[in-house]
């Protein structure tokens, strides 16, 4: 039998529950009833792995996916891509979706009274490289209103969606902006337990990643689960 | 040692980022393995369809490998199966795969575990994945599955359990999921 190695579980406090009130929807669809500890077996330690036939070009510039440009406040959003060991994740696909600069997604559900921009669809697609880094550019999204609360708005986010090496390595989260005022106000945010893994979701202004009288950089790191310790007997 | 980055969840509006070419499909022609589909549908706490889900599966081949390289059983690997696949729900809470039907592959120690499908479920209203398994009613195999054993009430195992039919497009396994309440689908902690 193969040595299998096994993956960490969930950091205590950094993970969300399924159930949290602030967060209204979760009420009728977080399971209730105690999750099961699931042994990881070969089907947990596998998963889908990508190659750059998945990508297509453009998928890394959401600006310039159409005619025009899209109008906003053009960034580039760059990081890496490591486990909790500190160690590059190379070749994993990360997929990207996000409102324009209005606020306003290209969706048939949004109907947020903002204007849509012909030239902004809001979708990419990356792939880290060999040392885990991945990075594109975009427009800086807007926050937008929801119907959680009276006077409930998102704050300006960009959702990514990553596999990593494993089923059970699987992440979609949510990127944020330093300094943004409904950040201590934000229901989804607020269910991470633990401050400080909060603030992990909150992207931080790089420099050195800029690009002089272009675009702005912020700077996103992302820590996927690392392998546990001992491996067992496979 | 760097810290986990949260989980946050899809909301509703992830049809075109995480859009998939032919995601229900997970065959061609050239597939090795038994036709199956498998399909369902998604429910909440009141019963209601919940019509923004997200399920995505993965699954071994008809030999029972898994196409990636920390599965190095001596079984053939399927050039024409990938085994992952992705369905967003419908407005009436409903997904659907076509695929074939997995072998078995190995468990912790020695057990081997039963044919199953892993199901990740995301939805606006789930700030994580839920994790589940499709184990199909028919299988002989089901009684010696070593996850399956771990659940000690035999109706909330029956949740994992998708009910065969035999129509005129083939075998469907039919396994719905409920998040919430009386028949709450079994989730794992993954």
Redo the contacts between chains.
């Keep these: 039998?193969?040595e299998?190695?096994e993956y960490r579980?969930?950091?205590p406090g950094?993970?969300?529950?399924?159930l949290?009130p602030p967060?209204a929807?979760?009420?009728?669809?977080?399971?209730?009833?105690a999750?099961?500890?699931?042994?990881?077996?070969?089907?947990?330690?596998?998963?889908?792995?990508w190659d750059s036939s998945h990508l297509r070009p453009g998928d890394d510039d959401l600006t310039r996916q159409h005619q025009g440009e899209a109008l906003g406040e053009r960034i580039i959003v760059a990081g890496r891509v490591?486990d909790?060991?500190?160690r590059a994740v190379p070749s994993s696909l990360i997929?990207?979706?996000?409102?324009n600069a209005c606020g306003r997604?290209?969706?048939d559900?949004?109907q947020h009274d903002a204007p849509l921009d012909p030239n902004f669809?809001?979708?990419?697609r990356v792939m880290t490289d060999e040392e885990g880094r991945y990075r594109f550019v975009t427009i800086k999204p807007a926050p937008y209103p929801w119907r959680n609360h009276p006077n409930a708005w998102r704050p300006a986010h960009i959702?990514l969606?990553l596999f990593g090496?494993?089923?059970?390595t699987?992440?979609?989260?949510?990127m944020y902006f330093p300094d943004d005022p409904l950040i201590p106000l934000d229901p989804?945010?607020g269910?991470?337990p633990d401050p400080?893994?909060?603030l992990?979701?909150v992207s931080s202004l790089d420099l050195e990643a800029s690009v002089p009288e272009w675009a702005l950089a912020y700077r996103f790191?992302?820590?996927?689960?690392g392998h546990a310790a001992t491996p067992?007997?496979? | 040692m760097p810290g986990q980055t949260p989980f946050q969840t899809i909301g509703p509006f992830f049809h075109d980022g995480l859009g998939w070419e032919g995601g229900e499909d997970l065959v061609r022609p050239e597939t090795r393995g038994e036709r199956i589909a498998i399909r369902g549908q998604v429910l909440d706490g009141d019963g209601k369809p919940v019509p923004d889900a997200l399920i995505e599966i993965w699954q071994a081949n008809a030999e029972g490998r898994y196409n990636h390289p920390e599965d190095r059983q001596e079984k053939p690997l399927d050039p024409a199966f990938m085994g992952f696949g992705r369905s967003a729900t419908r407005q009436d809470g409903s997904f659907r795969f076509a695929t074939i039907r997995p072998g078995r592959v190995p468990g912790r120690g020695n057990a081997l575990q039963a044919p199953h499908v892993n199901l990740g479920l995301f939805s606006r209203g789930l700030l994580r994945r839920l994790v589940t398994r499709i184990y199909f009613e028919d299988c002989p195999e089901n009684s010696e599955d070593p996850v399956l054993a771990l659940i000690p009430h035999p109706a909330r195992r029956a949740t994992l359990l998708a009910r065969r039919s035999d129509g005129a497009d083939g075998v469907v396994y039919r396994f719905d999921i409920r998040l919430q309440g009386e028949g709450e689908t079994v989730f794992f902690d993954c």
């Design positions: 039998m193969q299998l190695p579980r969930e950091e950094a993970q969300p529950p399924a949290h967060y929807s979760t009420l009728k669809r977080a399971p209730l009833q999750t099961m500890r699931l042994p990881h077996s070969l089907s947990e330690i596998t998963g889908p792995l490591l909790e060991d500190g997929e990207i979706w996000q409102a997604y290209r969706h559900v949004d669809t809001g979708r990419g959702h969606s090496p494993a089923f059970a699987r992440l979609v989260t949510q989804i945010l269910g991470v400080a893994a909060r992990r979701l790191d992302i820590v996927l689960r067992m007997e496979g």
